[in-house]
């Protein structure tokens, strides 16, 4: 059985902190589209940094590796459960740089 929206949002947000701001839409092409904002950054004018990935549960990992990687390196000192997972994030980047640099 697949998670509901309001549940996969919860999910989202618990993992994300108390610094992230989750909202999951359905796109065009009905799947999920993952968007964390963070409560205190800014990145143009006054809107939100924001992660923003369509797609399945590979858009739900795009999007909370991005959000892991802003609280590590903007907000060092704030505590998430989303960190516990940096490493497997940097490797998943590491292996993407990889493949992009390939002839």
Request: hydrophobic share 35%; charged share 30%; with cysteine.
């Amino acid at each position: 059985m697949t998670a509901s929206r309001s549940a996969r949002e919860r999910k989202a947000a618990i993992e994300g902190g108390p610094l992230a701001r989750v909202k999951i839409e359905v796109g065009a092409d009905k799947s999920f589209v993952y968007k964390i904002a963070c409560a205190e950054c800014t990145a143009k004018g006054d809107k939100a940094w924001s992660a923003y990935r369509p797609g399945g549960d590979n858009g739900y990992l795009a999007a909370m590796d991005r959000w892991t990687f802003h609280l590590h390196e903007t907000h060092r000192l704030t505590d998430a459960p989303c960190l516990a997972y940096l490493p497997a994030a940097q490797q998943r980047l590491h292996e993407r740089r990889e493949q992009q640099s390939r002839p």
